[in-house]
């Protein structure tokens, strides 16, 4: 009767756990990547924009913001790009120490990221890598052959919406 | 009978048990699982760490870490990235690598930030993204 009250007990516990959890879940609703970060206190990504705009090569500024994931690294998941207010500019966003990865499957899904924010010239190579990664094709890719001014985001830590 | 009823009961508990466990794993994002090479170079970039203080401390390595010759054959996430020119970094890194075990202490800062320029030449042609941290190995 006592390893049967000892097993009860245990199923009871581990319930219990479970429910604790989903709690947490419920009530963020979300998955976390990177740095736990809170879900509040955050910039649209309208407001982002002005930010950025205010910015010269060189600067740099914590920022925390709340966008929706247009585009993520097909390889890896290592880079992911967040549109920009309601232009066609989007944010490049890496993560710290090359530290943790988005989902391969998150395009479209709601994100906070809190992180460092800055503009940096990004070159031809490297526009072109980052297409490759993205699986634009040959033709798409040996169409870049500028150097861009890209609006950057280091993300210390990342909630995507479940 | 008695007994069989008890045991009965201790089965359907533990496969309950079980089955939460699972419930309570399943993931349903697809999340890149880590490959051969990367946890490689994770594991390199940890030990250069390591490394770094001690040639900070003007102390040379002893036994260089034959597990890194790994590097020529393991599986790269992308396995299409292991290219003629691929190789021929990997053999730089570990030729350069190798000097620091054996160079006297004068040349230990130049022969290990050597070795990290390889590296960083060599993700500047596959791998962009672990550029910035790997620049953090650099004794400047």
Redesign the interface.
């Known amino acids: 009767m006592f390893?049967?009250s000892a097993?009860?007990f245990?199923?009871k516990t581990?319930?219990e756990d479970?429910k604790q959890?989903e709690n947490e879940v419920v009530t963020s609703g979300y998955?976390s990547f990177g740095a736990k970060i809170s879900d509040k206190d955050y910039l649209s990504s309208k407001d982002v924009l002005t930010k950025y705009q205010n910015l010269k090569a060189g600067d740099t500024i914590n920022l925390k913001f709340a966008s929706s994931i247009k585009e993520v690294c097909s390889?890896?998941?290592?880079?992911m790009k967040l549109p920009a207010g309601e232009t066609e500019e989007t944010i490049m966003v890496?993560f710290k120490?090359?530290g943790f990865?988005m989902?391969?499957?998150?395009n479209g899904k709601e994100v906070i990221v809190e992180g460092k924010a800055f503009v940096k010239e990004v070159s031809v190579?490297?526009l072109k890598?980052?297409a490759e990664d993205a699986g634009k094709s040959k033709e798409e890719i040996a169409k870049i052959t500028e150097p861009k001014l890209e609006l950057s985001f280091e993300a210390n830590g990342v909630l995507m919406k479940k | 009978m008695k007994r069989f009823f008890l045991i009965g009961v201790l089965l359907v508990s533990f496969s309950s048990c079980k089955v939460e466990k699972k419930e309570k794993n399943s993931e349903d994002l697809i999340i890149r699982k880590q490959s051969e090479m990367a946890a490689l170079m994770n594991k390199m970039y940890e030990e250069n760490e390591i490394l770094k203080e001690k040639v900070l401390k003007g102390e040379t390595p002893i036994n260089f870490p034959e597990e890194y010759l790994k590097i020529h054959t393991a599986t790269l996430t992308d396995p299409s990235d292991r290219t003629l020119e691929f190789s021929q970094f990997s053999n730089l890194y570990i030729n350069n690598l190798k000097d620091v075990f054996e160079t006297n202490k004068d040349s230990l800062k130049y022969k290990f930030n050597q070795t990290i320029n390889s590296c960083i030449a060599c993700h500047k042609t596959t791998c962009l993204g672990p550029i910035p941290r790997i620049k953090k190995l650099l004794i400047r």
Request: proline share 4%.
């Open positions: 390893v049967l097993v009860v245990a199923c581990g319930k479970q959890q998955t390889k890896k998941g290592c880079w890496r120490d090359y990865f989902p391969l499957d998150s190579d490297e890598h980052y």
